[in-house]
């Protein structure tokens, strides 16, 4: 523990955040940073920025924020940057995306309309519903690989940035299982220049910003470096990764919830989870392919929590049904319903039901913001491969091969906290609290 912890270098100069994809999510990021800088706003929701951690006994009555406890790149030292195929600043798309009131828009327009996305690798095979003008052109995928690896160069030497890690924003792509071409590095660097079918655009900011020693989040359902050529370059790169899909509303709940009725030993026989949403994510995921995308990634959050191989009495015979529909008139407030079937002694059925009214972005952009400054902190640990204890932010938590995902919130938010205590090395919290008894 004390090797990792004279390991950590310090957070010192810039830190440039690079958001492929600078839509709702990426631009209330940017904007709520620049607003809680002004002092216009407080970070609510972002750990890094609110939370604190204990440190030893209970009865030392110690805490820290976490922030202070390990070291974390300042929000004046954040540099923004990013790629869309559509051309609108930050504070046009901001405008667009409606999350943020005009007026509080205005007080930020300075700084969100300096930041301008650079020309994106885009398909549209990938993601059907959009199309935009602000598109690289390459003779292959290797050359559009290159041409991003020349913006990272580019954008560090402009903005005198020390350190970068990227966090894709960019909207769901339609849902595609590994091949052949995406089995080991030497395979998908003679896919990229064959430019071959099966190599997403997310894929392709994922091998630039690795190669370019750039850790990265995935922030969106679809595979993109959860492949094995990827994980190799990242192991080769020594580099930090981490995905996949935010953890926000619907999901979040089922997280806090099903944990709870597996700790008191309650049936559940359906779960039925239905969302209307009118944002430009709501239209892309209209789309059946880019929806099996997301479906996948939120149907397997209960069967892990529950164990039904485990708990066949009271879990293994569950409906999961999970509905997205696109109405415009929501925009990014989104409404979800659950609605949840669970049973008690004797076999008697219970209902509950939540309505979430719900602000997609609101929920997500303090995730971007605590995967930014802990992906850069975890670089810095010299940590790298798979970063599990960044499972608390990720519907999908990406896993090594063979091992299952851990979905409950509270053993997450235990993992990060004894993460953050092991890099110090500090003592661990097993919650055992013996010591208080002897
Ligand atoms: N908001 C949430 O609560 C939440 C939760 C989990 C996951 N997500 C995921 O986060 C992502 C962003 O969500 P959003 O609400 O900001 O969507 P959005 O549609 O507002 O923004 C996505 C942006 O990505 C851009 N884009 C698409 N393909 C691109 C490419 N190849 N390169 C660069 N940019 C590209 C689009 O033009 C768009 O501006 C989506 O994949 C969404 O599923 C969001």
Excluded at 47 to 62: D, P
Excluded at 368 to 383: I, N, Q, T
Aim: hydrophobic residues 40%; neutral net charge.
């Amino acid at each position: 523990m004390d090797q990792l912890k004279s390991k950590v270098a310090p957070a010192d100069g810039k830190l440039a955040v690079l958001l492929p994809g600078m839509g709702a999510v990426a631009t209330t990021f940017i904007a709520g940073v620049e607003a809680i800088k002004a002092g216009l706003a407080k970070p609510i929701g972002s750990l890094t920025q609110m939370a604190h951690i204990r440190l030893g006994k209970r009865s030392e009555k110690r805490w820290s924020m976490i922030k202070d406890f390990v070291p974390l790149a300042k929000l004046e030292d954040l540099v923004f940057g990013g790629w869309d195929p559509i051309p609108d600043d930050a504070y046009t798309a901001a405008a667009k995306a409606k999350v943020l009131s005009p007026e509080h828009l205005a007080q930020l327009k300075p700084a969100l309309e300096k930041i301008k996305p650079m020309t994106a690798v885009f398909e549209q095979a990938y993601v059907k519903k959009l199309n935009g003008p602000n598109v690289k052109k390459g003779t292959s995928k290797m050359d559009l690989a290159d041409q991003l690896m020349a913006d990272i160069k580019n954008f560090k030497s402009t903005n005198g940035c020390d350190r970068l890690i990227a966090v894709w924003c960019g909207s769901t792509e339609v849902y595609r299982k590994p091949t052949d071409v995406h089995m080991s590095l030497d395979k998908f660097e003679a896919g990229l220049k064959a430019s071959h079918d099966d190599i997403a655009p997310s894929q392709i900011y994922a091998y630039a910003c690795l190669k370019m020693g750039v850790p990265y989040a995935n922030g969106a359902p679809n595979l993109s470096l959860d492949t094995p050529a990827l994980l190799e370059l990242a192991r080769k790169q020594g580099l930090p990764i981490t995905g996949k899909d935010f953890k926000t509303g619907q999901t979040l709940m089922k997280t806090i919830l099903a944990p709870g009725f597996k700790a008191r030993m309650l049936g559940l026989e359906g779960w039925y989870s239905t969302n209307i949403l009118g944002n430009r994510d709501g239209e892309v995921l209209d789309d059946p392919e880019s929806f099996k995308s997301k479906e996948v990634s939120k149907l397997g959050v209960i069967d892990s929590i529950l164990q039904p191989d485990l708990y066949p009495e009271l879990y293994g015979n569950i409906s999961h049904v999970v509905r997205i529909n696109y109405y415009p008139p929501r925009g990014d407030n989104k409404e979800g319903w659950d609605n949840i079937d669970i049973v008690g002694w004797l076999g008697y059925p219970m209902q509950i039901k939540v309505n979430f009214l719900c602000r997609d972005s609101i929920l997500a952009a303090p995730i971007v913001l605590d995967l930014a400054l802990f992906m850069d902190f975890a670089h810095r640990a010299g940590m790298s491969g798979i970063q599990e204890w960044l499972s608390f932010y990720w519907k999908s938590p990406m896993t090594p091969e063979g091992l299952y995902p851990e979905h409950d919130l509270f053993i997450q938010l235990m993992k990060l906290k004894n993460t953050l205590r092991y890099t110090k090395g500090d003592e661990l919290i097993t919650h055992l609290g013996a010591e208080y008894y002897d």
